[in-house]
């Protein structure tokens, strides 16, 4: 089983709220064999509600990974803030098809969330990665001067020039 220390054992547990905490690093992201980030340092918050059919669980992670930036490919810290409520009812079999409901067989006493964990986690970064130093102009990188030296000059004849497809157009309105 992976991550067995993810695995939150629940049968002890007596009815009502628990809480858990762990501390996520780059080794967790590692054993689901995804190496986007260079670090990660990520705190996890989970209340466990027990009740006598359900448990509900609410995770919150909150933390920052260190990535590569699209643009530049500079190292820099990106903050994440995610949170996931998920509830774990009880079946005949084993049925993670839901986001938010896991369905685990009768006589289980535990749960792993490890894999919610992750997806959680990988979904709360921007898709599109860019170093604030590139937003906020303090950031002094070759790839960025040379981004800047190979960007198109803008031609003031050809701001006002319109494309002759368009000019053929306008004709079609004028033609009626």
Request: charged share 30%.
């Amino acid at each position: 089983m992976k991550n067995k220390e993810y695995c939150i054992p629940f049968a002890g547990l007596k009815q009502g709220k628990h809480k858990f905490e762990y501390q996520i690093d780059n080794t967790f992201f590692e054993s689901f064999d995804y190496h986007e980030f260079n670090d990660a340092e990520i705190k996890l918050h989970i209340v466990l509600d027990r009740m006598s059919t359900v448990l509900e669980l609410e995770m919150k992670t909150k933390g920052t990974v260190n990535l590569y930036c699209d643009l530049t490919n500079e190292p820099y810290d990106q903050k994440i803030k995610a949170s996931l409520k998920l509830l774990v009812k009880f079946g005949a079999v084993y049925n993670d098809e839901d986001d938010e409901i896991l369905i685990i067989p009768h006589g289980e006493h535990q749960v792993n969330i490890s894999q919610y964990v992750y997806e959680m986690i990988i979904l709360s970064v921007p898709s599109k990665r860019i170093h604030p130093g590139v937003l906020d102009g303090t950031l002094d990188s070759k790839a960025l001067k040379r981004l800047e030296e190979l960007q198109p000059k803008e031609n003031k004849k050809d701001k006002n020039k319109i494309d002759p497809r368009w000019e053929a157009l306008k004709k079609l309105l004028t033609d009626k």
